[in-house]
C-alpha cells in the first residue's frame, strides 16, 4: 500500500508498486552523461541535489535518483531481492526513455555485501576493515545469521550500526563539515521505516528474506 499525501514524480512497475523518483541536472535529452543514483541505506531520493550545479551544467549531466522500495514516497516491496532492485532500475529508465546502454557502475554504501563472488577478494577483504567493527559485526550477523538481524538492530548491550544512529566516527573531517551545512532528511527517509523494514532490507543486500 502505498501512502497519502505524495509530492514526488511517481511511476507504476510490474507488481503495481509505485517508485518515487526526482530528476536533476540538464535536460535528459540534452544531456551528455546519464546517471541513475541509488541512494544509500539512511537516504532519499533527494541526495543528488547537493552536487555542485557548475560542475552538472558544464558536464551536461542528468541525474535520476529514485527512493527505493519503502523509502520515502515508494511503496514496500516486501518480496525485495537484488534481482528485483536491478528490475525496478531497468523499468524506471525504460518508462523515462534514457536508453539502453550501460557505462558502469559504483558502489559506495556502508552496507555492501562484502562476500559477492563478484567483487575482487583482496579490495573486499580491505573495504570490510575499513568499516567500524559495530558494523563489521551487524554485516557478519546479516550475511550468516539473517534470521538474528533484527534482534542486533534492538538489543542494549553492543554498539548499533553507525548508520542508524547517524554517527560520523567513520566520516573524513571534510565530509562532516559538509553534513552539517546540508538540511536534515529525516522526515522524508522515516516516512515508511521502521526495524522490520531495515531488517528486511539489510537481509536482502545478502539475498536473505
Known sequence: MGLSGH?????????????????HGV??????????????????????????PELVERSGIYILSFDRPGYGESDP????????????????ADQLRLGSKLAGATLIAPAVNYWWSGLPTNLSNQAYQQQLPQNQWVLRVAHYAPWLTYWRNTQKWF?????????TDHLASEDIKLLMKMPSRDHIVLRQLNYAWIVR????????Q
Open 7 to 23: 509530492s514526488a514524480s511517481r511511476i507504476k512497475v510490474r507488481d503495481v508498486r509505485h517508485l518515487a523518483y526526482e530528476e
Open 27 to 52: 535536460p535528459r535529452d540534452a544531456a551528455k552523461y546519464k546517471i541513475i543514483q541509488v541512494h544509500g541505506f539512511y537516504s532519499c531520493r533527494l541526495d543528488s541535489i547537493y552536487l555542485s
Open 77 to 92: 516491496n516486501p518480496k525485495r531481492t537484488v534481482k528485483s532492485m536491478a528490475l525496478d532500475i531497468e523499468e524506471l
Open 159 to 167: 554498539p548499533f550500526f553507525s548508520v542508524l544512529t547517524n554517527s
Open 201 to 208: 532490507n539489510m537481509n536482502s543486500k545478502f539475498d536473505h
